[in-house]
């Protein structure tokens, strides 16, 4: 079930709003379940009419969500840090209600902050861990006793304390690790993406290339024919005869559509001529890593012993520089101080060794 939104290059995280709502409707149903079964069959003292008006305040946003944001398929940032926010209080008046966070359904405040950190921003995210801390710090002063046998069930306040500190440490790190996991893998989808367009403008330019030589050869033989024509109708035509200007411009032209179709069908792997094209190795090495450069890392280029000849000229094309910047990004991300770059080559090979500490 997709929860955020799949379109990275957004900087508005969304919520998929049927997700959610479906998510909410869960919640009602267990907690509806869960009042039924400690009032009715448990026959435990429960302020009923309270918690069931909780509850139904649930249902009532639900609802009100489907029918506000009808045909939507993705919420806002704003929205959905609401609606979370939303749940997350209402989760804390039911326990409120039910022991505080002596009641074992005290481990659901993890949900709100969990989805935020998955699919919101750092900012939203953060607010809700506050509110979480708030919720779970107020629950452990004022509450109402756990429904149990008797007057209800008191835990000491050290271990009230206890439960307090394990809450708040697993809201942070809960929100800290789903929010480097979703951080992680948007931005291998984002890597991911950016090598696919790259690939598809280097196929869409071989295809063009293709068409190009395929339409200087169709076209050749015509346009061949054409000059033909053009120079006999000027031998034929007198030096002050009005149309040998018209012959002169015609059989031009054609001459220039055979030069522009030769151009287009030569081969792409040849000098275009702007800057850049071809590249040092180790300039090539600096531009693949230049996206992911760390102040704290250094990336140091050496050039090995032995090598044969001038130091190469590469072709700068996107599939390299994607290709060899998650390899250094790779490099960057587990060295302590410095990445080494090592670069060899002789007449038929280029070798680049990459090196953390």
Same mark, same amino acid.
């Given at each position: 079930m997709q929860l955020f939104e799949p379109s990275l290059g957004s900087p508005d995280a969304r919520l998929r &709003?049927? @997700?959610l709502i479906l998510i909410r409707w869960i919640a009602i149903l267990g907690q509806a379940a869960?009042?039924?079964a400690v009032a009715g069959f448990l026959d435990f003292p429960l302020p009923v009419v309270p918690a069931a008006a909780a509850v139904l305040a649930s249902a009532a946003v639900n609802l009100a969500a489907s029918i506000a944001h009808r045909g939507r398929t993705w919420l806002s940032e704003r929205q959905g840090a609401a609606y979370l926010g939303f749940d997350l209080l209402q989760l804390s008046v039911l326990l409120g209600l039910t022991g505080g966070i002596a009641n074992p359904f005290a481990l659901l405040l993890l949900a709100p902050v969990a989805v935020s950190a998955a699919s919101l921003s750092p900012r939203s995210t953060a607010l809700l861990v506050a509110l979480s801390v708030a919720a779970v710090s107020a629950l452990a002063a004022w509450h109402l006793p756990l429904p149990w046998y008797g007057e209800? *069930? @008191? &835990?000491? =306040? *050290?271990?009230?304390?206890?439960v307090w500190l394990a809450l708040v440490l697993s809201v942070v790190f809960t929100a800290l690790y789903v929010y480097s996991l979703a951080r992680q893998s948007r931005q *291998? %989808? #984002? %890597?991911?993406?950016? @090598? /696919?367009? %790259? &690939?598809?403008? #280097?196929q869409? &330019?071989?295809a063009l290339g293709s068409l190009a030589a395929v339409a200087a050869h169709e076209l050749g033989s015509p346009l061949a024919t054409i000059s033909l024509v053009s120079k006999e109708l000027e031998r034929a035509v007198a030096e002050d005869d009005p149309l040998r200007e018209d012959i002169e411009l015609l059989r031009g032209e054609a001459e220039r559509c055979r030069q522009i179709l030769a151009e287009l069908a030569a081969d =792409?792997? /040849?000098?275009?001529?702007a800057p850049y094209d071809r590249v040092p190795l180790a300039t090539l090495v600096e531009m693949a890593a230049a996206p992911h450069r760390r102040e704290d890392i250094e990336l140091e280029i050496r050039r090995g012993e032995g090598n044969q000849g001038p130091e190469p000229q590469v072709w700068r094309s996107p599939e390299l520089l994607h290709g060899l910047g998650t390899l250094v990004q790779n490099a960057l991300?587990? %060295? #302590?101080?410095?990445v080494t770059a090592t670069l060899a080559w002789d007449p038929g090979e280029v070798r680049i060794t990459l090196a953390d500490d």
């Open positions: &709003l049927r @997700t869960a009042l039924i209800g *069930l @008191t &835990l000491p =306040p *050290l271990y009230r304390g206890g *291998l %989808a #984002e %890597a991911y993406a950016a @090598t /696919q367009s %790259a &690939l598809a403008r #280097e869409r &330019l071989s =792409p792997k /040849q000098d275009s001529g991300q587990f %060295a #302590e101080r410095r």
